[in-house]
């Protein structure tokens, strides 16, 4: 049981952005889940950990094969005083709204075979804090002019900027400017990534947090954080675009 359906929504809608379907993991920690966008450009991570719900139980480990589109449209009827029920059971997974009308959805577990993934060691050498809804709009700007952003990072600033035969555009953040919460550059670093999954990611993911952690190094893939409220994270890793 999940306090907030429509924060569920958030998550469901921001993991629809870059797949297709996948497997939770219920397990007696928590809820999680780890897949690659089918053109394996993206991996998105959520783990919820057991003390996120207000009520958890599960026996063993099990895996919950969902069409997230399917689940997308479900979780898009939640309300804002709704709490969520999930229920596993006989291959068919129940997805139960709670308001003043409990409403039942059912849908059937799918069968995703495929090796684990193993979460990615990287050495990235920049870390930077901000609003999440500061990135969103920057994003938007570049946008504009291109189909691709550039970081760059040294000192205690960070630069996104975007050019292309449309022009150029720049946003620069700073500790000072109120613009960072947090940076820390241990190495200068710049790299390129493609805004038709970064925008699509920060679009969504931007309402589950008001703040977002990055990190990146030079040519390395660009990992990004946003805090779920209570505990546990939902994380994306962004490979990154070679000009």
């Known amino acids: 049981m999940f306090p907030d359906a429509r924060e ?8 629809a952005t870059i797949i297709d379907e996948a497997n939770f993991v219920a397990s007696e920690e928590g809820l999680s889940l780890r897949a690659l966008d089918p053109g ?5 991570e ?14 063993g480990e099990v895996k ?4 997230f589109d399917d689940f997308n449209k479900i979780i898009k009827r939640a309300k804002a005083d709704n709490k969520l029920e999930l229920i596993v059971e006989d291959r068919k997974l129940t997805i ?7 409403r039942r959805f059912t849908l059937p577990l799918l069968d995703i075979e495929g090796q684990e993934l193993p979460r990615p060691q990287l050495n990235l050498t920049v870390t930077a804090m901000m609003l999440s809804d500061t990135l969103r709009d920057s994003l938007k700007d ?7 952003v550039r970081l760059k990072a040294e000192d205690d600033k960070l630069v996104l900027s975007a050019r292309s035969d449309k022009g150029e555009m720049e946003a620069v953040f700073t500790k000072e400017n109120g613009s960072l919460l947090d940076i820390d550059v241990q190495e200068p670093a710049e790299a390129s990534y493609g805004l038709d ?7 969504k993911a931007y309402r589950i ?4 952690t990055l990190k990146f190094a030079t040519n390395m893939p660009l990992a990004l954080k946003f805090d779920i409220a209570g505990g546990g994270a939902l994380s994306y890793l962004l490979a990154p675009r070679m000009e």
């Open 8 to 15: 569920w929504r958030y998550i469901i809608e921001s993991l």
């Open 40 to 44: 394996r450009i993206a991996m998105v």
């Open 46 to 59: 959520l783990d919820m950990p057991s003390t996120v719900f207000e009520e958890y139980e599960v026996e």
């Open 64 to 67: 919950i094969g969902v069409n």
């Open 96 to 102: 139960v709204l709670l308001g003043r009308v409990e």
């Open 142 to 148: 570049a946008g504009l002019i291109s189909e691709s």
């Open 197 to 203: 999954f970064l925008d699509k990611i920060v679009s």
């Open 209 to 212: 947090s008001e703040m977002v």
